[in-house]
């Protein structure tokens, strides 16, 4: 397994990562700096910072020393919205929004991890390859955002290259946090994964709505994102430590 040096922990929680695409725009450090923590570096690629939107489905979620959570194939959507940063010189991800179809998982994912998790609305649907998504938030912790998008892998899927822009968009194990009540210490946390190599297809991808970004002020509509669809992936993740 691939993973990125942290301190030991025993994994938290086990899942499937399923059916994901990742959907990248380049964007000015500047548009994403007001909605990172001061104490976190954005990561750039040739003077770039990166924005995704990344919907995919997790048929599995396990916690650990529990029977598997079954909800069934494609029961459990998740839509992320990311970019790429360090800490100390270790790079991660920061998310800004997960909308998730399980009112229990947002629920754990805010209170465990400080995740910026909303409750949404979301349906897949695949036919030969071809997978349809939806997704409507339905948080009203969050303004609204929806996605929607048919997508299909497009050739044969490989591991990424050191050095490569999409070995540095995918092979992140760090994941950093900040704490989401308003009033609350701006505290800094950090969360591991543990998998394998991603392993990345060329896609193509039909987006006819997209809202996802319009809460950070950047619109990505109308611009073709770099894509890449992902093979299914077991991963393990650990529970926070606080850095500062």
């Known amino acids: 397994m691939a993973t990125d040096p942290l301190p030991r922990a025993p994994w ?26 001061p104490l976190l570096d954005i990561d750039t690629f040739d003077g770039d910072a990166w924005l995704a939107v990344v919907p995919f489905t997790m048929p599995v979620v396990r916690p650990r020393l529990t029977p598997p959570l079954g909800f069934g194939p494609g029961a459990f959507h998740e839509l992320n919205v990311r970019t790429y940063v360090t800490y100390r ?37 695949e036919t030969a390859g071809t997978v349809r998504y939806a997704s409507d938030r339905t948080d009203p912790r969050a303004p609204a955002a929806a996605f929607r998008a048919v997508y299909a892998r497009t050739g044969p899927a490989r591991a990424s290259e050191p050095g490569t822009l999409e070995h540095f968009l995918t092979e992140r ?15 800094l946390w950090v969360g591991g994964v543990e998998h394998a190599p991603w392993r990345l297809a060329p896609a193509e991808c039909d987006i006819t709505t997209n809202t996802m970004t319009l809460p950070l002020g950047v619109d990505v509509s109308g611009r073709a994102p770099l894509l890449h669809a992902a093979e299914p992936l077991d991963v393990r993740g650990t529970l926070r430590r606080r850095l500062v």
């Not at 695409?21 to 994403?32: E, T, Y």
């Not at 997960?98 to 909303?118: C, F, I, K, P, W």
């Open 12 to 37: 938290a929680v086990a899942m499937r990562w399923s059916r994901l695409l990742f959907c990248h725009w380049p964007v000015p450090v500047a548009a994403l700096r007001p909605h990172v923590p």
């Open 89 to 125: 010189g270790e790079p991660g991800v920061w998310f800004f929004s997960l909308d998730a179809a399980s009112a229990t998982g947002v629920e754990v994912g805010r209170a465990t991890m400080s995740l910026a998790y909303h409750r949404a609305r979301m349906r897949l649907e």
């Open 173 to 187: 194990y760090r994941m950093y946090t900040s704490d989401l009540a308003p009033r609350a210490p701006r505290r």
